[in-house]
């Protein structure tokens, strides 16, 4: 058993909760175990200006890990502009728009703020997990007012943490294994089968292609769980 006593296969305990704030198109607050983060969508009449007179529209996210989030405070300003904040926020912005199609937007745009208000590990994967219900809704939103005609969605998407820790294979790392991990995995993928993006890290150690094919495997099935838990909440 791990530490928190969980099986090896075992994804944490996943809860959603949509309409978390009244003024934002849309959002929810999404824990997995003990990471929490609010998710929260913008709709824009706008386009960055690569897109101008394109007639396509663009999704992008933010990243934001609140100063104490942790066990120890962060500075808020060091927070917004540092490098792994920067490269977060791209993948959940990749991750998004691998499945939408963007030419059916128009010329508008939507904005996740992804803000980590407790973190225990995984806050990456549980931001595109979250930011995903929260793209639904605001995509959803714009369909009832008439700004589009359906929900241009093509696959759901998820994401999940997997790695080496003493030498065995987990599933959904909590904070204690991430850190002493030997291999860190964050993987996200289509309900289809079809990565979207797998990043891997040897932290001090190397692993072996087998290695690397059963963590996969085990990334795939914490995936299609966790896109079975957002088909039944965007049902209700």
């Known amino acids: 058993m791990r530490i928190d006593d969980r099986k090896y296969d075992e994804i944490r305990k996943i809860k959603i909760i949509r309409n978390y704030q009244k003024f934002a198109d849309a959002s929810c607050l999404i824990q997995c175990g003990n990471t929490k983060v609010l998710c929260a969508a913008t709709i824009q009449n706008s386009v960055p200006n690569h897109l101008k007179d394109s007639g396509t529209g663009w999704v992008s996210s933010e990243y934001a890990f609140l100063p104490r989030a942790g066990t120890q405070r962060n500075s808020r300003q060091r927070s917004i502009s540092a490098g792994r904040t920067q490269e977060i926020q791209r993948l959940i912005g990749r991750s998004l728009r691998s499945i939408v199609d963007l030419s059916l937007l128009g010329e508008r745009s939507i904005l996740i703020d992804c803000d980590v208000i407790q973190a225990d ?5 549980t931001s ?10 605001a995509l959803n939103k714009m369909r009832n007012e008439g700004y589009i005609d359906r929900i241009p969605i093509k696959n759901y998407i998820g994401a999940i943490s ?8 987990l599933l959904d790392l909590c904070a204690s294994e991430d850190n002493k991990a030997s291999v860190d995995m964050n993987v996200v993928m289509t ?5 979207v993006e797998i ?4 932290e001090e150690a190397t ?3 087998k290695d690397l094919e ?3 495997k085990l990334a795939k099935k914490g995936i299609s769980e ?4 957002q088909k039944n909440v965007i049902k209700k």
């Not at 990043?199 to 040897?202: A, I, P």
């Not at 966790?226 to 838990?229: L, P, R, T």
Request: hydrophobic content about 35%; glycine content about 20%; proline content about 0%.
């Open 162 to 169: 997997v790695g080496i820790y003493n030498g065995e294979i």
């Open 121 to 125: 590990g995984g806050t990456r994967t």
């Open 199 to 202: 990043q891997g890290t040897g």
């Open 226 to 229: 966790i896109i079975e838990i």
């Open 207 to 209: 692993f072996s292609q």
């Open 191 to 195: 309900d289809t089968g079809r990565f």
């Open 128 to 137: 595109i997990n979250g930011a995903f219900i929260t793209l639904h809704d």
């Open 214 to 216: 059963r963590m996969l």
